[in-house]
């Protein structure tokens, strides 16, 4: 079963508006971490994000927001004011209690397309 | 300042060579990983190395032999490449792989592995 689910494959935006990007996550832990990662096209992984299982206010770095709905269990990336920049892969990931220490899962990514 | 470096960026090789790949952090972090990203983009991680022990080793071929010589190197040595090993090979690091589930991984620009 996918621990973290990115639905979105693909997304266009237009240029200062806002978008969301989806994240799901799976697990049965209680304390654990959701990440989100940016790749442009230069190849690099590039940390945006970090929410807290028990950060009860949702997590907030500039333009970038994390949506974090722990019932539902989803971490959804919002980008204010998008920019040309921005066109890139984004990651969710999710960092749980593993075997003697802890794991980060990756989703497949969603490739973002921001037009001018 | 780099923060993780990997070298090299490149790397093109006929199957059944032995290769390299290096990784060095200067974030003073007790954690190291190797990933590996394959064509459409998805992450996998092959090991996780804490203070030079092998922490994670995720059904990786043995072919494929990590060697950490002290906690801020991690490198990775591929055997008999095969065709299938070609991919984006990503170091990262980061602060602990124990403990809370708030710790940020930072990644290196990654070396992409091209076998022929």
């Known amino acids: 079963a996918q621990k973290i689910t990115q639905t979105q494959p693909g997304m266009f935006v237009q240029e200062k508006e806002a978008v969301t990007l989806d994240c799901t996550y799976d697990?049965?832990?209680?304390?654990?971490?959701l990440f989100w990662y940016k790749q442009p096209s230069s190849g690099e992984m590039i940390f945006l994000i970090y929410?807290?299982?028990?950060?009860?206010q949702n997590a907030t770095e500039g333009r970038y927001s994390l949506n974090f709905q722990k019932a539902r269990k989803s971490a959804n990336l919002v980008i204010s004011a998008s920019q040309l920049g921005d066109s890139a892969m984004y990651f969710c990931?999710?960092?749980?209690?593993?075997?003697?220490?802890?794991?980060?899962?990756f989703g497949a990514g969603t490739r973002l397309f921001v037009k001018a | 300042d780099t923060a993780v470096s990997q070298t090299p960026k490149y790397l093109v090789t006929q199957m059944g060579n032995d290769k390299s790949i290096k990784c060095e952090q200067n974030?003073?972090?007790?954690?190291m990983y190797w990933y590996k990203q394959d064509s459409k983009k998805f992450l996998k991680i092959m090991f996780s190395?804490?203070?030079?022990?092998?922490?994670i080793n995720e059904t990786v071929p043995n072919r494929f032999s990590p060697k950490s010589p002290d906690k801020a190197h991690l490198n990775l040595h591929i055997n008999s490449l095969e065709l299938g090993d070609s991919a984006v090979y990503f170091c990262?690091?980061?602060?602990?792989?124990?403990?809370?589930?708030?710790?940020?991984?930072?990644f290196g620009p990654g070396t992409r592995l091209t076998v022929l």
């Open positions: 697990t049965s832990d209680q304390s654990y971490g």
């Open positions: 990262a690091s980061s602060r602990s792989w124990k403990g809370t589930s708030t710790d940020t991984q930072y």
């Open positions: 929410q807290g299982s028990y950060d009860e």
């Open positions: 190395y804490n203070n030079k022990e092998l922490i």
């Open positions: 974030l003073g972090h007790d954690t």
């Open positions: 990931a999710m960092r749980e209690e593993n075997t003697g220490g802890f794991k980060t899962i």
